[in-house]
C-alpha cells in the first residue's frame, strides 16, 4: 500500500468527509474507490477507442445483410 498526500480545498474536505460519512466508509476508502471507478472508465474508453479503430463498416455492414428483415414473433415479446 502507498502513501499519498493530497492538497484538497477545505470546502471540497468537508463535503468529500460527509459523503464518506454518508456511504458508512473512511475518506481513504471513499477515494480509494473513486480512483478506481474513473480509472475503469478511462481504461474502458481507450479499450473502446481501440475496438471501434479494428472495425470496418463494411464488415459490419455485411454482417447486418444477413439478418433476415421481418417482424418479430408475437411470442417473442
Request: a negative charge; hydrophobic letters at 40%.
Given at each position: 500500500m502507498s502513501t499519498l498526500v493530497v492538497r484538497l480545498p477545505e470546502s471540497l474536505h468537508k463535503n468529500l468527509q460527509s459523503i464518506a460519512d454518508r456511504?458508512?466508509?473512511s475518506i481513504d476508502q471513499f477515494i480509494s474507490t473513486s480512483v478506481a471507478e474513473k480509472m475503469s472508465a478511462l481504461m474502458t474508453q481507450d479499450y473502446l477507442k481501440e475496438r471501434a479503430a479494428r472495425g470496418s463498416r463494411e464488415?459490419?455492414?455485411a454482417v447486418l445483410a444477413k439478418v433476415p428483415d421481418a417482424e418479430p414473433d408475437e411470442n417473442d415479446k
Amino acid at each position: 500500500m502507498s502513501t499519498l498526500v493530497v492538497r484538497l480545498p477545505e470546502s471540497l474536505h468537508k463535503n468529500l468527509q460527509s459523503i464518506a460519512d454518508r456511504e458508512g466508509v473512511s475518506i481513504d476508502q471513499f477515494i480509494s474507490t473513486s480512483v478506481a471507478e474513473k480509472m475503469s472508465a478511462l481504461m474502458t474508453q481507450d479499450y473502446l477507442k481501440e475496438r471501434a479503430a479494428r472495425g470496418s463498416r463494411e464488415q459490419y455492414l455485411a454482417v447486418l445483410a444477413k439478418v433476415p428483415d421481418a417482424e418479430p414473433d408475437e411470442n417473442d415479446k
